[in-house]
């Protein structure tokens, strides 16, 4: 099936420092790729969602500024944590979608720990 | 907006036996209903899915069957396995994203 990864699959950084979030398709373009973010015993929430060469759109609330996306090719999408902060720490997963119909199949990542001190 | 709800866990269950995980949305129009499975260490995975009312969804055991008339998707599974304990999310999509519940872990023991 297809392949998603995730890199890193942790990260601990100090407060005021900017992380980077790696996802890539390994087998298959992604149109589309999707970031989530997931706080503990609560559900995915959709963070963002980027077409491959344009700008991302954001969901209410998100901060566009603080977690910059870019989509700059069919395979890889990163997700960038700039001036993290604690209350940044969770669990942060991408999906892929390939195609451009909206039914299709998303495929997600393993997750990346992200944990500011 | 949308919405999914999904009973809390953790459930846990000896091997062999019923399985079921409650799930209700609240969606407008008709949404397609899924169930995800996140293994430890894992991502998400795509269990099952309906697309129209009256669906029924189904893979290695499990199944769901999307009532629209309750608005609900209920996952069930007549025997289940260690190898099922996971992480079960049920989610909708409309318009190309995902809502998803708060997750379900289940712990299958020997």
Same mark, same amino acid.
């Given at each position: 099936?297809?392949?998603?990864?995730?890199?890193?699959?942790?990260?601990?950084?100090?407060?005021?420092?900017?992380?980077?979030?790696?996802?890539?398709?390994?087998?298959?373009?992604?149109?589309?790729?999707?970031?989530?973010?997931?706080?503990?015993?609560?559900?995915?929430?959709?963070?963002?969602?980027?077409?491959?060469?344009?700008?991302?759109?954001?969901?209410?609330?998100?901060?566009?500024?603080?977690?910059?996306?870019?989509?700059?090719?069919?395979?890889?999408?990163?997700?960038?944590?700039?001036?993290?902060?604690?209350?940044?720490?969770?669990?942060?997963?991408?999906?892929?979608?390939?195609?451009?119909?909206?039914?299709?199949?998303?495929?997600?990542?393993?997750?990346?720990?992200?944990?500011?001190? | 907006?949308?919405?999914?709800?999904?009973?809390?866990?953790?459930?846990?269950?000896?091997?062999?036996?019923?399985?079921?995980?409650?799930?209700?949305?609240?969606?407008?129009?008709?949404?397609?209903?899924?169930?995800?499975?996140? =293994?430890?260490? $894992?991502?998400?995975?795509?269990? #099952?899915?309906?697309?129209?009312?009256?669906?029924?969804? +189904?893979?290695?055991? *499990?199944?769901?069957? =999307?009532?629209? $008339?309750?608005?609900?998707?209920? #996952?069930?599974?007549?025997?289940?396995?260690?190898?099922? +304990?996971?992480?079960? *999310?049920?989610?909708?999509?409309?318009?190309?994203?995902?809502?998803?519940?708060?997750?379900?872990?289940?712990?299958?023991?020997?």
């Amino acid at each position: 099936g297809a392949v998603v990864s995730q890199h890193p699959s942790w990260v601990i950084c100090k407060s005021g420092t900017s992380v980077k979030i790696e996802c890539r398709s390994l087998d298959f373009q992604a149109t589309t790729m999707f970031w989530y973010r997931q706080f503990p015993k609560q559900s995915l929430m959709l963070m963002a969602t980027s077409n491959e060469g344009s700008k991302a759109t954001y969901e209410q609330g998100v901060e566009k500024d603080k977690f910059l996306i870019n989509h700059a090719s069919l395979t890889l999408s990163t997700l960038t944590v700039t001036s993290a902060h604690p209350e940044d720490s969770s669990f942060y997963i991408c999906s892929a979608r390939p195609g451009t119909s909206g039914d299709n199949e998303q495929f997600f990542g393993p997750g990346t720990r992200l944990t500011v001190l | 907006g949308n919405s999914v709800t999904q009973m809390e866990g953790p459930v846990t269950l000896s091997e062999e036996a019923f399985l079921t995980i409650n799930c209700t949305y609240t969606a407008t129009g008709y949404p397609s209903l899924f169930w995800y499975v996140q =293994y430890p260490g $894992e991502g998400l995975q795509l269990l #099952l899915k309906a697309t129209k009312a009256d669906d029924k969804g +189904s893979n290695k055991g *499990f199944e769901a069957t =999307y009532r629209k $008339e309750t608005t609900s998707f209920h #996952l069930e599974k007549g025997s289940v396995q260690v190898s099922d +304990s996971a992480v079960y *999310f049920c989610a909708l999509t409309q318009w190309g994203k995902l809502t998803f519940g708060t997750g379900t872990q289940l712990k299958v023991e020997l």
